[in-house]
């Protein structure tokens, strides 16, 4: 049932399947667990049980029985394990066999990447290549939990993570700051204006991720509602950004925010987005790797972010 391609996902009767989704119903069929299963893959269990969900949408089945006191595979869900455990076999065979053969591995550069970098990543790729021209750079879209526990775990090289101030084990290095801009509904009265205070915001419902998903947004938002004067009122939790800009500009009331690099892929005309006046809501985009990282490496990298942030401040 699982079919590999060149993309990276394998695929499948009912669409697209990520490895990674493959990796965790494998990992959760294991463990019978989702908690232990998230141990196991260093991520929250939240995202486990969302991408599992997800794969069983893709191939249109249920994987594991959840009505009791305990998880167990279905019939559907004991005959796919071992085709998984193939399919992640093969590909880790796959990458091993490929770095012998090339002797690429130690040049290569893994980086966790976040899907709203936008032209930034190009502009990363330039500072870099200023003073280094040899390194291969392998790139994995991923959460933001797992871009940091990758990291940890010494399967990538450094990550892009958003609002993290400070990790135990990881340098952070700055690469610029985010002020996120008000998505609301074309319709809404408060559309028609250029900019909107914070406070205009009051009373309409806020859709966000939840606080478990994405607690560097959530704080950030609370704590600039709070100072902005009012609790804000929260719609349902947002499960992706395309599917909450499709609500609300199907007419649900609420707003919510969108990052700068991400306003490009926001293409309906039933939504309107407006900076805030003073940039109330401000994250920090960092590189993140491991404190013990390679000296040179560490160097180059420290270099490059810097000449990035200068010349993102002068556009400014």
């Known amino acids: 049932m699982f ?26 069929a294991e463990e019978l667990h989702f ?34 006191r305990t998880v167990t595979l ?20 796959f990458a091993s066999k490929a770095h012998r053969l090339t002797g690429l591995g130690a040049a290569t550069f893994r980086v966790g990447i976040s899907s709203a970098l936008g032209p930034r990543l190009d502009d990363f790729l330039d500072a870099l290549a200023e003073r280094d021209s040899g390194t291969r750079f392998e790139f994995q879209t991923l959460d933001a939990q797992t871009r940091l526990a990758e990291v940890y775990a010494g399967r ?3 990550a892009f993570v958003r609002g993290v101030e400070g ?50 947004l959530y704080d950030a938002v609370v704590t600039a509602c709070r100072a902005a004067g009012f609790e804000p009122a929260f719609g349902p939790p947002s499960t992706g950004l395309q599917d909450t800009l499709a609500e609300i500009g199907a007419g649900a009331a609420g707003w919510t925010l969108v ?32 404190e013990n990282a390679d000296q040179a490496r560490l160097e180059l990298l420290t270099e490059a972010c810097a000449r990035m942030r200068r010349e993102i401040v002068g556009e400014s």
Not at 267 to 289: C, E, K, Q
Request: hydrophobic share 40%.
């Open 35 to 68: 908690g232990r299963a998230a141990e196991r893959l260093h991520i929250g269990q939240p995202a486990v049980s969302q991408q599992v969900r997800r794969l069983e949408r893709e191939l249109r089945t249920q994987l594991f029985d959840r009505s009791g």
């Open 167 to 216: 990790a135990p084990g990881l340098r952070l290095l700055p690469l610029w700051d985010e002020p996120p801009v008000v998505a609301l509904p074309a319709a809404h009265p408060l559309a028609a204006q250029e900019r909107l205070d914070l406070g205009d915001l009051a009373g309409l419902p806020l859709r966000l991720t939840s606080r478990r998903e994405n607690a560097v």
């Open 3 to 28: 079919r590999c391609s060149t993309s990276g996902v394998a695929r499948s009767a009912g669409g697209p399947v990520e490895l990674r989704q493959i990796r965790y119903f494998v990992t959760v």
């Open 156 to 158: 990538l090289d450094a």
């Open 259 to 290: 990052y700068p690099m991400a306003v490009g892929t926001v293409s309906s005309r039933r939504i309107s987005l407006l900076p805030l006046n003073g940039d109330p809501v401000t994250i920090r985009m960092s590189l993140a790797l491991r």
């Open 74 to 93: 279905t019939e559907t869900g004991l005959a796919l394990l071992s085709e998984g455990r193939d399919v992640l076999r093969a590909m880790d065979s």
